[in-house]
Each structure stands twice: as structure tokens, then as C-alpha cells.
């Protein structure tokens, strides 16, 4: 599919941008030493050098071989690994997502991610409706497996049933906020909080357990109505229209609320608003950049505000204190740890509960392979990653893994099925919640 010739100018301006970015790696390989999909294929193409390579010549390979450049671009899980570890700083993510975005404006979406995409997620209100009649009908292609730790149904299809899901809430956040948008009375902190789809849709009771606890510490709570997707699913897919499209309409109703603080419990959803909001978005009916930078310097992950701004703390360590305390473990989200450099903070939550003690696994922060749509499309090699994330989870010894980003907490849920481990899978928040509220 060719480009339309009003967009060609466009097109050419971006892959000189992306060009210039490019250059500034010189192939050291560092990138190779942290990637999980190079330890997982060992093929040097997934490596981030290898796709730099490949992008340096990106307007000739792209007109060459257009499915090709696709398909290598788009194997990778967007994790962050390779950048954070890079000694030129090189921004890896934004080259990667601004090369997809080029190649989609070259070849065009797939005709079921531009409606799936433009006419329902883009749509807030219409995303919530599908959604909720998705948790009507979805046990009609679900199995529930019972009581399981992981709280997971298997897929009824023979294709699929080696997936494990998290089930649809029946009763998303949204819908049990009885004032939605107002104000809690308190003196504290104006503390808006950004919800998310899974938050949302999959884990309503990890965001009923953050607005409990803002409110225990005295937050001035501010929940606005109609929120949708941050968009990283649209971006990461190459699809600029509603990624821009979802990003103005959010900017439009978080500037009609005043606030000190954006707090989220999703490191996706904090990582895209504060790094990938401000250098992808184009701005439309929003005053430009500086409103996605004024609001990417308030948003904040619900554990680094907690510690970092309400002052919550490690309780003593005695003896007396751990006697009856259960272990957990703590799995880093990528997002969280490679792209914000947050990881001592949601560790202070778990050395704040007064129920458990935090017990560290090996690599805790390598991936955990879920990658977003990268699950959907390299399921097998997803699941090779994560079973080894597993394995570390396991030999902590812990009864529960927290994690801070629900993503993971799906992924790690399949596997634990998968697996039949009986090891609770929970959100960092809860954790610390419990003996609290």
C-alpha cells in the first residue's frame, strides 16, 4: 500500500529526523548483554544494533522490502532494556516507535487495527461499552480454572487454549465510582488520578485500594470522567492518527481540573505519559508542547508519590515485627525501572506493610516478556521469557510476587497457570494496603 503523495513530504521529513538519530549509535553492542529477546533467540537482528543498522538505510530497505523492515522493527517487546543500559544514551524507544509510525504511514494498518483502533479504543465511551459486554460473553469462550492463584480462565478455542487470561471485571472501575470527577474534602495534595484499561477493566479492585489509600493519607482525590487508553497500544502499532487523536482528548480533559499531582498505578500508563506523550504526540486542538510537558512533570507513579511525596517509610526491623510476616518478592516492570529509574520505592511499600516482608528474587528486573501486543504475535517466545521469570519467582521462596504494572501482573498470571504455581500474583499497592485500611 502506497502512501498518499500529500503525506510523502511528511513522510521524507520524518526518516531524516529518524536518520540523524540513528547515527548517534556506534554498534558498540552493550544493548546485546541486556536484551531479552537476544537471550531468548540469539539472533543478532532483535538486538537493538542490529535494527539501528537496518534503520540507517531505512528509505531504501523500506522501499525494497516493506514487509521485511515491518517485521523486524515490530519483533521486539519495547521494554527499554537497550536504551537503559546504553553508554551514548542513545533514545532507542523513540526511534523504534518513530520508525513504526513511519513504516504504518508507508504500508497503512491491517483493516482490524484501524477500526479496532480508530473507531472503538479512540472512542473512550464505545472502548467502555464493548468492554462491558465483553465481560457478559466471555465465559461462553473462557474456562475458568477455578481458584487458582493466578485467577485465570483458559481459552476454550484448540488454537488458543495454551492462553491463560485474567477474566473481565463485571463491573469495571468506572462504573463502581459513585462520585467520579469530584473532590474528596481534605487539605492535603489536588492528586488526579489516571486510571487506565487495566486498572480499569481487569483489576477495578487494585484501583478501588489506590483511591483508599490516597485518601488515608489525607490526598485530595480527583477522578475525571471519560478516561480512555494512554495510546501506547496505537504507537507502538504505528498508528500516529489515534495515538494523537487519544492523547487530545485527554490533555482536553485533565486541563479542565486543577491539580498538583497525576498519579497511576500502571507503569505504562506513567511511562507514556510523561517520555513517549511529549516527544510522539502531535499536537491538535491542545496548546502544543508545553502542555504535555507541564503535565508529564506532575504525573507520577502511586509508589513514588507515596514515598516520595507523602513520606511513607520502611516500618523498624525487628524481630518481633517479621515473626508472622509472609514473604513477597518484587518484579520490576521495565517501564518503571529502565525508563523512570523508579525501583527503591515500590520496595518501600512492601517494607512498610505490616504483613509482609520484601524477599528480593534473582534478576528481578529483566523482562517479564509480556510487551503488549508483542504477547499476542510471539506468544511462544513470550512465554519462553516469562516461564524464566517464573523460575526466579519460585526460587525466592515468597508466598506472593508484587509487581507495579498490571501488564505484568497478566503475564505473570498465564505463566503461573501455565506452570500450576501457587504463588499469588498482586499489585505492589495491595500489598502494602494490607494491615492498613
Known amino acids: 500500500m502506497k502512501i498518499k503523495r500529500s503525506g510523502f513530504k511528511n513522510l521524507i521529513r520524518m526518516m531524516k529526523s529518524l536518520e540523524e538519530r540513528v547515527q548517534q549509535c556506534n554498534r558498540c553492542g552493550m544493548c546485546q548483554s541486556v536484551c531479552p529477546l537476544y537471550a531468548a533467540t540469539g539472533h543478532e537482528k532483535d538486538v537493538a544494533r542490529g535494527k539501528l543498522q537496518m534503520l540507517d538505510g531505512l528509505m531504501r530497505e523500506m522501499f525494497q522490502n516493506p514487509g521485511g523492515v515491518s517485521a523486524r522493527i515490530n519483533h521486539c517487546l519495547l521494554c527499554g532494556s537497550c536504551e ?12 523504534f ?3 513504526r509510525a513511519i513504516i504504518t504511514a508507508y504500508q497503512g494498518l491491517s483493516k482490524v487495527k484501524k477500526f479496532f483502533f480508530r473507531r472503538i479504543m479512540a472512542h473512550p465511551d464505545l472502548f467502555d461499552r464493548l468492554m462491558e459486554w465483553g465481560a457478559g460473553v466471555q465465559y461462553l469462550f473462557m474456562k475458568p480454572l477455578g481458584k487458582t492463584p493466578a485467577s485465570c480462565s483458559q481459552l476454550v478455542s484448540p488454537i488458543l487454549s495454551n492462553r491463560n487470561l485474567v477474566a473481565i471485571a463485571k463491573v469495571p472501575f468506572h462504573q463502581k465510582l459513585l462520585h467520579a470527577g469530584k473532590s474528596s474534602p481534605s487539605n492535603g495534595p489536588k492528586v488526579a488520578f489516571f486510571v487506565g484499561c487495566l486498572l480499569d477493566k481487569l483489576f477495578p479492585e487494585t484501583a478501588q485500594t ?8 489525607g490526598a485530595n482525590v480527583i477522578i475525571p470522567k471519560n478516561q480512555g487508553c494512554c495510546g501506547i497500544p496505537m504507537m507502538a502499532a504505528g498508528d500516529r492518527e489515534s495515538f494523537n487523536q487519544l492523547v487530545d482528548h485527554h490533555i482536553r ?3 479542565a481540573e486543577e491539580f498538583d499531582y497525576l498519579v497511576t498505578g500502571c507503569a505504562t500508563c506513567t511511562a507514556t505519559i510523561k517520555k513517549i506523550w511529549p516527544s510522539m504526540a502531535e499536537a491538535k486542538s491542545f496548546p502544543g508542547k508545553e502542555s504535555l510537558i507541564g ?3 506532575k504525573t507520577m507513579d502511586i509508589s513514588e508519590f507515596l514515598v516520595n511525596v507523602m513520606g511513607v517509610s520502611p516500618r523498624p526491623n525487628s524481630r518481633n515485627n517479621q515473626i508472622s510476616k509472609s514473604e513477597a518478592t518484587y ?6 525501572r529502565k525508563t523512570l529509574k523508579i525501583y527503591k520505592e515500590p520496595r518501600i511499600l512492601i517494607q512498610a506493610s505490616s504483613k509482609y516482608q520484601l524477599k528480593e528474587m534473582s534478576e528481578a528486573e529483566t523482562c517479564c516478556g509480556m510487551g503488549g501486543s508483542f504477547n499476542l504475535r510471539h506468544y511462544k517466545t513470550s512465554t519462553e521469557i516469562g516461564l524464566k521469570k517464573i523460575d526466579h519467582i ?4 515468597a508466598t506472593v510476587v508484587a509487581t507495579a504494572c498490571p501488564a505484568c501482573m497478566v503475564q505473570i498470571s498465564d505463566m503461573m497457570a501455565k506452570t500450576k504455581t501457587a504463588i499469588n500474583v498482586r499489585h505492589v499497592v495491595e500489598i502494602y494496603s494490607d494491615g492498613l485500611l
Open 394 to 397: 519460585k526460587a525466592s521462596g
Open 84 to 95: 537503559a543500559g546504553c553508554p551514548r544514551q542513545v533514545s532507542v524507544m523513540e526511534i
Open 331 to 336: 518484579h520490576d516492570p521495565c517501564h518503571l
Open 210 to 217: 489506590i483511591i483508599k489509600i490516597l485518601g488515608h493519607h
Open 253 to 255: 480533559l485533565l486541563n
Open 97 to 99: 516507535l518513530t520508525a
Open 295 to 297: 503535565l508529564a512533570e
